[in-house]
Nanobody
Framework: QVQLVESGGGSVQAGGSLRLSCAASGRTFSSFGMGWFRQAPGKEREFVAAISWSTVFTYYADSVKGRFTISRDTAKNTVYLQMNSLKPEDTAVYYC?????????????????WGQGTQVTVSS
């Protein structure tokens, strides 16, 4: 079993920055692909960013490319999402997720474990 705990959410004005963290415990963190997703009220959960277990590959939604950066620290069993130039449309609950398989990094269904989410609110 894997436990994921997100932190770092909060309220910020447009143009500001936040860094989300996701601490993992349980099975070997280094073997998982890790992703960040978000869900706004009334909308489906959507892909934001992902990083392969090797850190060689990173993936981003077009809406955040150039503004968000995903990274991982295997020694700390933690994955990060640095969010810069935030916009009101980035407002959502952000979820950390871990995947064991080799399937798509952008699909919700490919992930095996999920955190409880952290709220990010961006005001204009």
């Amino acid at each position: 079993q894997v436990q994921l705990v997100e932190s770092g959410g909060g309220s910020v004005q447009a143009g500001g920055s936040l860094r989300l963290s996701c601490a993992a415990s349980g099975r070997t963190f280094s073997s998982f692909g890790m992703g960040w997703f978000r869900q706004a009220p009334g909308k489906e959960r959507e892909f934001v960013a992902a990083i392969s277990w090797s850190t060689v590959f990173t993936y981003y939604a077009d809406s955040v490319k150039g503004r968000f950066t995903i990274s991982r620290d295997t020694a700390k069993n933690t994955v990060y999402l640095q969010m810069n130039s935030l916009k009101p449309e980035d407002t959502a609950v952000y979820y950390c997720a871990a995947k064991v398989g080799r399937g798509s990094y952008t699909q919700v269904a490919e992930y095996d474990y999920w955190g409880q989410g952290t709220q990010v609110t961006v005001s204009s």
